[in-house]
């Protein structure tokens, strides 16, 4: 009898198989060494042209190169109204003091809000927008809910910038997302330009997971949202996946944009020193199927602000409209 269950213990232990725990195809930190593993999931879960609610051309280079620039999305109306939310949240004391605000390393100046499809009745309802719930359950081909929700503002003359990272490293290790099927929604509220930290994109990157190195002290959460430090590529895996695409690629839109992400595409933003914030809305829509387990590391899970797991809700897109007061 000892002998067997030494098996199954071993067993067990090797394929990270524990009986409520489902298996880690994407091991990363935990003692691993930094390297480039193969992707072992579909971009698109059967996307096919017939149903595409946008042109299919832009869904086969959302598939090929990682991530996608939508322009007029949002009409100026719109994007007023959300503008005033942004503003409105900024200046609001109570949120200001609360935990799920983030503010910039130094100047105090706020970074991110975070659970804004919850605290703010206006980004809840953009967060089940068709425009994005309906196309993000089109390319994940199942039900959709938010894994995660922010506002990065990215605010003038000190915006801090976010390194090299791909988001699905993260939320499976922190997070005990299991698989790739989940994607991010990035609405431009103020005029991403070149020079003021847009997002920057690694094309193909998506197709390798970056295992890293390191391991991520407890609560890592409370210094990463300011200065990612783990859970952040080698520099060999950076070079190779750079040479691999073949450049790197500034995601710009005018306000009302949508920039849309895989998971796993790797990405940074640069610091902000001009006078023109960068402040985008970021939604991350998770397949139902995908839903979040326990963590791929020996940490307890992240609070609910950070990774939706107690309040997990099928989205049901719908057309709304956006008036301004
Ligand atoms: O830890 C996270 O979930 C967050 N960190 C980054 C740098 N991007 C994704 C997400 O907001
Ligand atoms: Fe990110």
Redo the contacts with the bound molecule.
Sequence with gaps: MKFIEAEIFTMSVNNKQTPNQVKDFYPSRGGKTAQLIQRQDPVLYAATASNSPIDYKLVKQYEQQGFLVLDDVFTEKEVCCFQQELDSMRHDDRRKASEQTITEPGSGDIR?I?NVHQNSAMFKKLASDVRLAGLAQYLLGDEVYIH?S?V?YKPEFRGKG??W?S?FE??HV??GMPRMRAL?MSITLTENYQHNGPLMMIPDSHKDYAVCEGDAPAEH?KS??KK?EY?IPSDSSLQQMVEKGERIVTATGKPGSVIIFDCNVMHGSNSNITPYPRSNI?F?YNAVSNRVAEPFSTNPP?PEY??TRKHIQAIAPQTVQFILD
């Design positions: 991110s975070f995660q922010r990065n976010f390194y990272h988001d993260t939320w922190e997070d991010s959460y990463s949202l990612q859970g970021f991350v992240r950070i990774c």
